[in-house]
């Protein structure tokens, strides 16, 4: 079973995007391996996830694109904004990740990245799958009911 990601800890990125353009499925909690910079970097609340992905490339789990900016006090040891990260997940998720990407044609989104209790970085990770255009109409139409909805009830009661 895939361990369900509780985000008690400092949040950090959010994907906002994520929840409206996929269907979410199964989550999970990663790790990252980062460097000291990088690090520095998000404890300053420095990141975005927005534009990134998650990729399964010779039996490990990559986050491309995902932006943490340089440390500024760093000097010359600062790392590059945009390279790629590894994830550290356990061998079964990380099968269990690449079969649903592979056989069932979904996607791996980052979701929020954030510091856990003992003060750590971790990724919530989840399986995908696209939304259609009407799909995402649909889910945009029950979030104005419900905004009208608690209006009406805030209003009434």
Do not use: C
Request: glycine share 8%.
């Amino acid at each position: 079973m895939a361990k369900k990601s509780t985000t008690s800890g400092k949040l950090v990125a959010d994907n906002r995007r994520a929840r409206f353009d996929y269907e979410i499925g199964e989550t999970m909690e990663a790790g990252l391996a980062l460097v000291g910079t990088e690090v520095k970097s998000l404890r300053r609340n420095k990141a975005n996830i927005a534009e990134s992905y998650v990729s399964p490339e010779r039996g490990e789990i990559w986050l491309i694109n995902g932006n943490i900016p340089e440390y500024v006090e760093a000097n010359q040891f600062n790392h590059d904004p945009r390279r790629k990260r590894k994830l550290l997940l356990h061998q079964r998720e990380i099968a269990r990740l690449s079969q649903g990407v592979e056989r069932d044609g979904m996607t791996i989104v980052p979701l929020r990245l954030y510091f856990n209790d003992r003060g750590i970085a971790k990724l919530a990770i989840a399986l995908a799958k696209g939304k259609k255009s009407h799909d995402k109409r649909e889910t945009e139409k029950k979030r104005d009911w419900q905004r009208e909805k608690n209006r009406l009830l805030k209003e009434l009661g």
